[in-house]
């Protein structure tokens, strides 16, 4: 079951494109954290949602961007420098975080084993550890509401 708005955020460490950690709660100790959850990097949809934050970042005001995909950090090292994306992208590599906020894939609507692999997702995170936005899209070719998550930010400010 997905997160749901008031409920605490469980705290993870997950690895970015550079290799390097990156914790939840720590991340919180500078503001409002945006979760951006997606299935692959270079697919068409992924592609058009990080370069859509991308190009209106300011809109986010001083929420910290976080798109974050079972993609090897690797992949998303390229896939980021290909798009010359200004956030940090995560590696889930094992669905466990995707599954703690439930946007993870868990039966296979394909031939393909999709299991681990995460769901389009949003999540605002306050100060506070709280949920304040979640939104989980079952349909992988919807964009999450972005405008939704900009008021949600602004309305932490």
């Known amino acids: 079951m997905a997160l749901q708005t008031g409920d605490a955020a469980p705290d993870f460490t997950l690895y970015d494109s550079e290799t390097q950690p990156f914790t939840l709660t720590d991340a919180l100790d500078d503001g409002p954290v945006a979760l951006l959850f997606f299935p692959g990097a270079f697919t068409s949809v992924c592609t058009n949602e990080l370069n859509t934050v991308a190009n209106d970042l300011e809109s986010y005001g001083d929420a910290q961007i976080v798109g974050i995909s079972t993609d090897s950090p690797f992949a998303l090292g390229e ?15 094992d669905a466990e975080v995707s599954a703690a ?4 894939y868990s039966n296979d609507f394909t031939p393909m084993k999709l299991d681990r692999i995460s769901k389009r997702a949003a999540f605002v995170i306050g100060r506070d550890g709280r949920v304040r936005y979640a939104e989980v899209l079952e349909n992988a070719g919807d964009m999450p509401d972005l405008d939704a998550v900009q008021k949600t930010i602004a309305d932490l400010g």
């Open 101 to 104: 906020f439930g946007a993870k």
């Open 79 to 93: 896939f980021k420098k290909v798009h010359d994306l200004p956030f940090r992208l995560l590696s889930d590599h």
